[in-house]
C-alpha cells in the first residue's frame, strides 16, 4: 500500500518507520525543511526510532521523506500526525486544515485519510472531512473512507513502543472503520474500534485529562505535606502497596510534552464552548500544575535563605531540561521555566542534560555544560529536575553542596526532597 505519513515529529515518525517495516511504501511529509534533510541523511532526533532502523527503511526504498507536496500523489492511505497546539487558550488547528487541504489535492475514489493529531470531539468530521470534500470534489464515506485514531506515543517507553500498545480505531461510517482498522492491525498487536471518531476523539482527551489531573492531586500533596512534617514520598509508597482501588502517581517541578500541559485544554475549550460550563477539574488541574515552577524557585529561594544566601548571584546547576527521563523532548517542559525564573532573579544559571542539545524553547541565558564532578562542586546548589539515567547520582551526592531533588532520587545531608 503507498502510504503518506503527514508530520514526522514523534508521533509521525515511528508510525512512517513501522509502516515501511511492515512492508508499506511509505512517504513521509513534513514542513520543515531542516527535519527532512535531517532524517534523509539517516540521523534520527527522536529517541523510540533508532538511526539504524531509520536507515534501513531508507536504504530498502520502503520510505523516503520530503518537503514537497506534489510528491503525496497517489497515495492509499494518508495519516496526519501534524501539531496541535494551543493559541491564547484557543486550540490552533492551523497545521491540520493546512495538511487537510493538501491531502484534498491528491485525493482519489477509495482512498482513506486518517486524522492522529490531538483535538476536541468533532474535528474529524466537522473540519477536516469538509476540507477533503471541497479540496477534492469527492464525498465522504461515497468515494473516500476517513476516520480518527488516536496517537499513544509515549517517548521512552521501552515496555510499551508503538507496536504493543493498544491503537484505538475508528470510521466516519462502517466502511471507513474496517478500512482504518485492518491497515493499524497490521502496524500494531491490538486495535480497538470504536463507534464513531467523536468517542475515539474523547478517548484520548479522557486518557491525558485523568493524568493532568491526578498529578495535580499529588504537586498540591506534595506542597501541603512538607508543613505537615510529612515525607510525601514515604506516604506515596504506601498508599501503592494497596492492590486495588488506586493508581500510583508521583510529585513533580511540572508537566511538559503536548499531552498534559495542552491537551486536556482542547476539552475543556470545547465543553466551554458547546455545554456553556467549565471543566473545572481541567481548570484547577491546570493552575497548580503550571505553578509546580515557581514552587520549585520558592524552595530554593528557602534553603538559600537557611544558609544565609541570595539567589541573586548564585550559581545554579539544573539537571535535566527535557520534560521527561531519557527523552530530548523539552515541549512545554517545566525545567524551561524553573530557568526562566532564576534567571530573572539574578541567578548564574548552568543547565546540564545529555539529551536536549540544541533548543529554542530554553531561555538563551542558561549556560549550558556537562554535570562533571567539577561542575557539581562549584555549584551553590544543584537542582535535580529530570533524572536521566545518564547522570552520576553518587557524584552529585558527594560534591554538591545542596541539592533539591524534584524526583526523589537522592537522600542524605545535604539533600532535600521535592
Same mark, same amino acid.
Not at 485514531?149 to 515496555?159: M, T, W
Given at each position: 500500500?503507498?502510504?503518506?505519513?503527514?508530520?514526522?515529529?514523534?508521533?509521525?515518525?515511528?508510525?512512517?518507520?513501522?509502516?515501511?517495516?511492515?512492508?508499506?511504501?511509505?512517504?513521509?511529509?513534513?514542513?520543515?525543511?531542516?527535519?527532512?534533510?535531517?532524517?534523509?541523511?539517516?540521523?534520527?532526533?527522536? !529517541?523510540?526510532?533508532?538511526?539504524?532502523?531509520?536507515?534501513?527503511?531508507?536504504?530498502?526504498? *520502503?520510505?523516503?521523506?520530503?518537503?514537497?507536496?506534489?510528491?503525496?500523489?497517489?497515495?492509499?492511505?494518508?495519516?496526519? %500526525?501534524?501539531?496541535?497546539? +494551543?493559541?491564547?487558550? $484557543?486550540?490552533?488547528? %492551523?497545521?491540520?486544515?493546512?495538511?487537510?487541504?493538501?491531502?484534498?489535492?491528491?485525493?482519489?475514489?477509495?482512498? %482513506?485519510?486518517?486524522?492522529?493529531?490531538?483535538?476536541?470531539?468533532?474535528?474529524?468530521?466537522?473540519?477536516?472531512?469538509?476540507?477533503?470534500?471541497?479540496?477534492?470534489?469527492l464525498i465522504g464515506g461515497?468515494?473516500?473512507? *476517513?476516520?480518527?485514531?488516536?496517537?499513544?506515543?509515549?517517548?521512552?517507553?521501552?515496555?510499551?513502543?508503538?507496536?504493543?500498545?493498544?491503537?484505538?480505531?475508528?470510521?466516519?461510517?462502517?466502511?471507513?472503520?474496517?478500512?482504518?482498522?485492518?491497515?493499524?492491525?497490521?502496524?500494531?498487536?491490538? %486495535?480497538?474500534?470504536?463507534?464513531?471518531?467523536? $468517542?475515539? !476523539? +474523547?478517548?484520548? +482527551?479522557? !486518557?491525558?485529562?485523568?493524568?493532568?489531573?491526578?498529578?495535580?492531586?499529588?504537586?498540591?500533596?506534595?506542597?501541603?505535606?512538607? &508543613?505537615?512534617?510529612?515525607?510525601? @514520598?514515604?506516604?506515596?509508597?504506601?498508599?501503592?502497596?494497596?492492590?486495588?482501588?488506586?493508581?500510583?502517581?508521583?510529585?513533580?517541578?511540572? $508537566?511538559?510534552?503536548?499531552?498534559l500541559p495542552i491537551d486536556?485544554?482542547?476539552?475543556? @475549550?470545547?465543553?466551554?464552548?458547546?455545554?456553556?460550563?467549565?471543566?473545572?477539574?481541567?481548570? +484547577?488541574?491546570?493552575?497548580?500544575?503550571?505553578?509546580? &515552577?515557581?514552587?520549585?524557585?520558592?524552595?530554593?529561594?528557602?534553603?538559600?535563605?537557611?544558609?544565609?544566601?541570595?539567589?541573586?548571584?548564585?550559581?545554579?546547576?539544573?539537571?535535566?531540561?527535557?520534560?521527561?527521563?531519557?527523552?530530548?523532548?523539552?515541549?512545554?517542559?517545566?525545567?524551561?521555566?524553573?530557568?526562566?525564573?532564576?534567571?530573572?532573579?539574578?541567578?548564574?544559571?548552568?543547565?546540564?542534560?545529555?539529551?536536549? $542539545?540544541?533548543?529554542?524553547?530554553?531561555?538563551?541565558?542558561?549556560?549550558?555544560?556537562?554535570?562533571?564532578? !567539577?561542575?557539581?562542586?562549584?555549584?551553590?546548589?544543584?537542582?535535580?529536575?529530570?533524572?536521566?539515567?545518564?547522570?552520576?547520582?553518587?557524584?552529585?551526592?558527594?560534591?554538591?553542596?545542596?541539592?533539591?531533588?524534584?524526583?526523589?532520587?537522592?537522600?542524605?545531608?545535604?539533600?532535600?526532597?521535592?
Open positions: 500500500m503507498h502510504v503518506v505519513v503527514a508530520g514526522q515529529g514523534y508521533v509521525g515518525l515511528p508510525l512512517a518507520v513501522r509502516a515501511a517495516e511492515v512492508g508499506h511504501r511509505v512517504v513521509a511529509y513534513d514542513v520543515d525543511p531542516l527535519r527532512v534533510q535531517q532524517i534523509a541523511a539517516g540521523q534520527s532526533y527522536v !529517541e523510540d526510532v533508532a538511526s539504524a532502523r531509520l536507515r534501513a527503511v531508507l536504504d530498502s526504498g *520502503a520510505y523516503s521523506v520530503t518537503a514537497d507536496a506534489t510528491e503525496l500523489a497517489g497515495f492509499d492511505m494518508a495519516i496526519i %500526525t501534524v501539531p496541535t497546539p +494551543l493559541l491564547d487558550g $484557543v486550540p490552533d488547528l %492551523t497545521y491540520v486544515e493546512s495538511c487537510a487541504h493538501t491531502l484534498g489535492a491528491h485525493l482519489r475514489p477509495d482512498t %482513506t485519510v486518517v486524522l492522529e493529531s490531538t483535538t476536541y470531539p468533532g474535528t474529524t468530521e466537522e473540519l477536516v472531512l469538509p476540507i477533503l470534500e471541497k479540496s477534492s470534489g461515497t468515494d473516500f473512507h *476517513a476516520g480518527y485514531s488516536p496517537e499513544r506515543i509515549d517517548p521512552g517507553n521501552r515496555a510499551w513502543p508503538f507496536d504493543k500498545t493498544p491503537k484505538v480505531v475508528s470510521g466516519i461510517d462502517a466502511a471507513s472503520l474496517d478500512v482504518v482498522k485492518d491497515f493499524y492491525d497490521g502496524l500494531v498487536e491490538t %486495535t480497538v474500534p470504536v463507534s464513531g471518531t467523536r $468517542v475515539a !476523539e +474523547l478517548t484520548k +482527551l479522557i !486518557e491525558n485529562t485523568f493524568r493532568h489531573v491526578n498529578i495535580a492531586l499529588v504537586n498540591e500533596i506534595a506542597m501541603l505535606a512538607k &508543613p505537615l512534617g510529612v515525607n510525601v @514520598w514515604d506516604a506515596i509508597d504506601a498508599a501503592a502497596s494497596k492492590p486495588f482501588g488506586y493508581m500510583r502517581f508521583t510529585p513533580g517541578p511540572g $508537566v511538559g510534552g503536548h499531552c486536556p485544554s482542547f476539552l475543556s @475549550w470545547k465543553v466551554e464552548r458547546a455545554v456553556g460550563v467549565s471543566f473545572r477539574f481541567v481548570d +484547577l488541574a491546570n493552575d497548580v500544575n503550571k505553578h509546580m &515552577p515557581d514552587y520549585v524557585v520558592r524552595r530554593l529561594m528557602e534553603a538559600f535563605n537557611r544558609r544565609r544566601m541570595a539567589v541573586s548571584g548564585s550559581r545554579v546547576l539544573l539537571l535535566g531540561l527535557a520534560y521527561k527521563a531519557n527523552t530530548s523532548d523539552a515541549r512545554e517542559s517545566p525545567s524551561a521555566r524553573v530557568a526562566e525564573l532564576l534567571l530573572d532573579f539574578g541567578a548564574e544559571v548552568r543547565g546540564a542534560d545529555p539529551h536536549v $542539545v540544541d533548543d529554542i524553547r530554553i531561555d538563551q541565558r542558561l549556560i549550558r555544560v556537562e554535570a562533571t564532578a !567539577e561542575e557539581i562542586a562549584a555549584s551553590d546548589a544543584v537542582v535535580l529536575l529530570t533524572d536521566h539515567a545518564e547522570f552520576d547520582y553518587e557524584t552529585i551526592l558527594e560534591r554538591a553542596p545542596y541539592v533539591l531533588d524534584c524526583r526523589n532520587r537522592l537522600s542524605g545531608a545535604n539533600v532535600d526532597v521535592l
